[in-house]
């Protein structure tokens, strides 16, 4: 890029010195010791951290694993799994079966009499069940049975990467290899750090001789796992556990590469294709904006970020960007992003550490709409869940509204929407809100004033742009006459103002269309679910929003029983038409029909019809449907069995909440399901099933059966009946758009 002339090169005697000098030009690097050592083959020691084995005898019954009955005959039952039966019983692919076959296997080994338990937890035919538990049941049976339950804990950790968690309390050779097979270094070794922080100079001991072993990924590992160690608890632990095997091998430790500075790779890389430091923007200094990184620095820079990883950067990059200038440090990251060209991930690891970690406001805007656009195939080949990051890391309400527009409208939902949705809860939970009041929060203003109008300023001439009730932009002019629209700017017009006011008109048309699309579905989904606002919530978020005002115009509202709409002054009034003051400590609700009643529901409809108001979403019009009285006490709603209906209504039902089941063999997608509010599991089955990449081959479906069960992962029937009258009947209405 061309050199600024007002911006100069900043003296060495001003930047770190890591950019000036880095390690690696320090000279020849010493090569590592290289020892041959026997590890100690030592009995199993058993040692718990204060208080974890009373947590871990919980563990199994945490989630979702039900306890047996207490009269249950446990000898019948250690007797069905000496036998064969239980193996018939353990069906990989049917999670039914698996889930009843963990809850007798859990029951035996943790209620009844220990001896049974202990006997199952022998039997190696069901060490490979073991493995696929649900989380926390290796954890419960080593608190019971301790090394009675070390076998198959052990054989989960050998079978399924990153399972070590149920060995923390066990020490010895194997539990040491286990440990150091799955240590990354990457900051995701919880199981790993609690295990040597137990286990102190002991486990050390059992890692050094992998630590000096002939250069490889083994000597990798376990090195990684040192440094974690010596960071935590300093360097003499580690040369207290060297001192086992002698003088050379502390020595040996003492050249390991314990400080982080150290570790680059020799030789070192070469800048990939595009990242010219004379091609970038330049990196300006955070006080001395007028003086820039030379070339040489920023090539350093390039260098650090080239042997990054995207989470876990080279430690020296963190510790030179505070001098910097972070709007040029920005621009820098984005630039950078333009010009990589990773061959497999989306990009270089060190692009995406410098987007997430130097990434402003800006970036993100920039990045959104790229990551939106992503397939799910692309998604999935080149690790694009890692793009989120720089959305999560910046916290403001600007990059968490990316967030949940890429929750609800990436193309890609498996990955990014649920990976958006997963940050969104921790950044709502980081704020003390529930998600749903976080996206109250998130509704842009689009700089309107607090009438809901923006000026546009041409120069010679000015523009005032307002809303109607459907959030469609008009104009007037400065005197108050409308115009059809906003006028191109003309050769009279500021060539500067007026371009920029007429591309800011563009820009909010389409933002305001696409906020309303996503508010609108939000306060209908608000309806069903009975969600509600305290008084001073619904004068914030509702009443004096310039935007959602216009929304909340056009529903009925309700306080307590007391039911009232926003007036096109913003003050309250109630059926009657007259005014309404809403108590401090009333709860706001969007009340469905069902609720409203009748009788409410035909007042306040001729009050909308008198002054014209069109509701954004069926409220005061929407169907509403009771259950048969043969129904109520019934899992099943047999009059919507055995009807012929096309896959794309099956596929509609998407759009409003549902969601398809997984693929099964052949490609088939065989049932969709929808949670209720208070997370009941209604499922649709059809046959013979949407083939995944031609659905057009078996275009009519037959729905087969539809059901209601306890829970998302429950086998267990549930009377329909048991739904409020509200879900019930949004979920009869839903069915009726399938069939009819």
């Known amino acids: 890029m061309t050199r600024d002339p007002h911006v100069e090169d900043a003296l060495d005697s001003a930047l770190p010195a890591l950019l000036v000098r880095p390690p690696w030009e320090g000279g020849t690097k010493e090569p590592p010791a290289v020892l041959s050592l026997k590890t100690p083959q030592e009995s199993t020691i058993v040692r718990w951290a204060p208080g974890r084995r009373e947590e871990w005898l919980k563990a199994p019954y945490k989630y979702s694993q039900k306890r047996m009955p207490e009269d249950t005959d446990w000898d019948e039952l250690a007797e069905f799994f000496a036998g064969d039966q239980a193996r018939e019983l353990w069906k990989p692919r049917d999670w039914r079966s698996k889930s009843r076959f963990e809850q007798l296997y859990m029951g035996l080994v943790m209620q009844a009499p220990r001896e049974l338990g202990e006997k199952l937890l022998a039997d190696e035919r069901y060490w490979d069940a073991f493995v696929d538990f649900s989380v926390g049941a290796d954890r419960g049976a080593v608190a019971r049975h301790e090394m009675a339950a070390y076998p198959p804990a052990l054989h989960q950790a050998r079978k399924k990467k990153w399972s070590v968690y149920a060995l923390e309390p066990f020490l010895d050779h194997a539990v040491a290899q286990a440990m150091i097979k799955d240590f990354d270094g990457r900051g995701s070794d919880e199981a790993q750090d609690a295990w040597y922080d137990l286990h102190g100079v002991d486990a050390v001991r059992l890692t ?74 330049r990196i300006l200094l955070r006080l001395r904006r007028q003086a820039a990184l030379p070339h040489a620095a920023t090539r350093n820079l390039l260098t650090m970020l080239a042997i990054s990883e995207s989470h876990k950067p080279y430690a020296g990059v963190p510790l030179v960007t505070a001098p910097l200038d972070p709007e040029s440090l920005a621009e820098f990251a984005w630039a950078l992003y333009e010009a990589d060209r990773h061959p497999k991930v989306w990009a270089s690891p060190g692009v995406q550490y410098a987007l997430a970690e130097w990434g402003d406001d800006g970036t993100a805007d920039r990045l959104a709409p790229i990551v939106a656009r992503w397939s799910r195939a692309y998604v999935w080949e080149s690790g694009g869940q890692s793009a989120l990051r720089l959305f999560s890391a910046l916290g403001t309400d600007s990059a968490l509204r990316h967030l949940d527009r890429l929750a609800n409208k990436a193309e890609d939902q498996k990955w990014i929407g649920r990976s958006a949705r997963e940050a969104l809860k921790r950044a709502a939970e980081q704020r003390g809100l529930t998600q749903e009041q976080l996206a109250d929060r998130l509704v842009p203003d689009l700089g309107l004033d607090a009438d809901g109008s923006l000026t546009l300023d041409y120069g010679p001439r000015r523009f005032v742009v307002g809303f109607d009730e459907e959030i469609r932009p008009f104009v007037t002019d400065e005197s108050g006459k409308p115009r059809k629209t906003l006028p191109k700017p003309g050769a009279k017009d500021d060539d500067v103002l007026a371009p920029a006011a007429y591309k800011r008109f563009s820009d909010l048309r389409k933002e305001a269309r696409t906020v309303a699309a996503e508010q609108v579905k939000r306060l209908e989904a608000a309806m069903v679910t009975g969600r509600t606002w305290t008084a001073e919530e619904f004068a914030e978020l509702f009443v004096a929003h310039p935007l959602m005002r216009q929304i909340a115009r056009r529903l009925v509202w309700t306080a307590g029983t007391d039911a009232f709409r926003v007036a096109e002054d913003g003050t309250l ?133 539809v059901m209601l069960l306890t829970g998302r992962y429950s086998g267990t029937s549930l009377a329909f009946g048991e739904l409020d009258p509200v879900t019930a009947s949004e979920i009869i209405t839903d069915l009726h758009r399938l069939i009819d």
């Open 208 to 281: 050094i001789p992998d630590a000096l072993r002939k250069p490889g990924p083994k000597r990798e590992r376990a090195e990684a796992a040192l440094r974690s160690v010596a960071r935590r608890h300093g360097d003499d632990i580690l040369v207290e556990a060297a001192g086992y095997y002698g003088d050379e091998a502390v020595q040996a430790v003492s050249r390991l590469r314990i400080d982080p500075l150290d570790l680059y790779p020799d030789p070192m890389p070469e800048l990939p294709q595009g990242w010219d430091p004379e091609r970038l923007p």
């Open 573 to 705: 009034s109630d059926v009657r038409d007259d005014a309404f003051a809403l108590p401090g400590g009333a709860r706001v609700a969007l009340p469905h029909p069902l609720v409203l009643g009748e009788d409410a529901v035909q007042a306040w409809a001729a009050i909308f019809a008198d002054y014209e108001i069109l509701q954004p979403f069926p409220q005061l019009g929407r169907p509403v449907h009771a259950l048969a009285e043969d129904e109520r006490g019934s899992g099943r709603l047999s009059r919507f069995e055995g009807g012929s209906v096309h896959f794309g209504r099956i596929l509609g039902l998407t759009s409003r909440g549902w969601t398809l089941g997984e693929k099964e063999t052949g490609g088939f997608r065989r049932q969709v399901m929808l949670m209720t509010p208070d997370e009941r599991h209604l499922m649709v089955t059809f046959e013979p099933g949407i083939r995944v990449f031609d659905p057009e081959e078996y275009a009519e479906q037959r729905i087969d059966h």
